[in-house]
């Protein structure tokens, strides 16, 4: 059956799944919660969390706020259906997983949620696809209410240059696709337009939260992001000689090297991620 999202990997392949689920876990510890800028405010009662992978953002929101109501809309049935499983196994009432294509029509009303939140859309939204998309979800927010997105330039910074040389193949592969803002595929070139993309699709008073997670060797998170890795490079092996940017005997060689770098014990690995935040202004022309 034909795809119907833009999402530059499988999200029903096993080897993406578990990525997008260990990457969860990654992220929220690394960037210290889910709400790591500062508890919300007392009147969000109903938030969406639009890619929502494995459910790991919204069940974590639903435990810290048993009052708010959390649904979790994703694309990906075998991902919703393990959401909905890890849901039932904590007993928790307050969540709802839905199925559904942000770029087709969103089955909510004007103004039903509080708050929307997208974390890590940049290999799931061509640039074209983004202004439209959050036009999309300022007609579901409330007046008043929050736009959160969390998104990055680089999968991290490393010492190492067999990481760096395929990362760089990571960026090159996406920009090409037409994923990401950077001019020259360098990196994903995210961060720098996030406030401007907010603006265009009209919302206001925009807050910019920077995040470093640590993973160099020895620290809790290193293993993680090893593994994370290793399963982007196997998803990006076959785009990138697509793409004619490497070889296959170069690309085996970046891998093996990668392997020995990152269990060095001088092995250093930074990922900087940053959130917008933006408000839906009380009276919009365009709602
Ligand atoms: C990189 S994962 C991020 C998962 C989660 N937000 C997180 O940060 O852990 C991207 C998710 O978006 C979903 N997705 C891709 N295209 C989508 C679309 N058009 N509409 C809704 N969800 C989509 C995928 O199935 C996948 O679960």
Redesign the pocket.
């Known amino acids: 059956m034909a795809r119907?999202?833009?999402?530059a990997?499988d999200?029903?392949d096993a080897l993406e799944m578990t990525r997008?689920m260990e990457?969860?876990q990654l992220?929220?510890k690394g960037m210290g919660g889910t709400f790591p800028e500062g508890d919300i405010p007392d009147d969000i009662q109903h938030i969406l969390?639009?890619?929502?992978?494995?459910g790991?953002?919204v069940l974590d929101v639903a435990y810290r706020y048993p009052e708010c109501e959390v649904v979790g809309?994703?694309?990906?049935e075998p991902?919703l259906a393990y959401a909905r499983a890890r849901a039932n196994v904590q007993q928790r009432q307050n969540v709802c997983f839905v199925h559904?294509?942000?770029?087709?029509d969103l089955n909510f009303a004007e103004g039903e949620f509080d708050l929307v939140n997208?974390?890590?859309?940049?290999?799931?939204?061509f640039r074209d696809a983004w202004v439209p998309v959050l036009k999309k979800l300022y007609h579901i927010l409330r007046p008043g209410g929050i736009i959160r997105v969390?998104e990055i330039d680089t999968m991290g910074l490393t010492n190492s240059l067999a990481v760096e040389t395929l990362l760089s193949y990571v960026y090159q592969t996406l920009g090409k696709m037409g994923y990401g803002f950077s001019p020259n595929f360098h990196s994903m070139g995210m961060t720098p337009v996030l406030k401007g993309l907010f603006t265009a699709a009209g919302f206001e008073q925009v807050k910019l939260f920077p995040w470093a997670i640590d993973f160099s060797c020895g620290t809790e998170l290193h293993q993680k992001q090893y593994e994370n890795y290793i399963a982007t490079f196997d998803t990006l092996q076959p785009l990138a000689l697509k793409a004619g940017l490497t070889t296959e005997e170069e690309f085996q060689d970046l891998l093996n090297q990668m392997h020995v770098d990152m269990v060095q014990e001088n092995f250093q690995g930074v990922w900087h991620i940053l959130t917008a935040r933006g408000i839906k202004p009380q009276s919009s022309p365009s709602s």
């Open positions: 119907e999202d833009t999402y990997a999200p029903e997008i990457q969860d992220v929220t969390d639009v890619g929502c992978g494995s790991g953002w809309l994703d694309v990906s991902l559904g294509n942000v770029l087709s997208i974390r890590f859309a940049t290999a799931f939204l969390t």
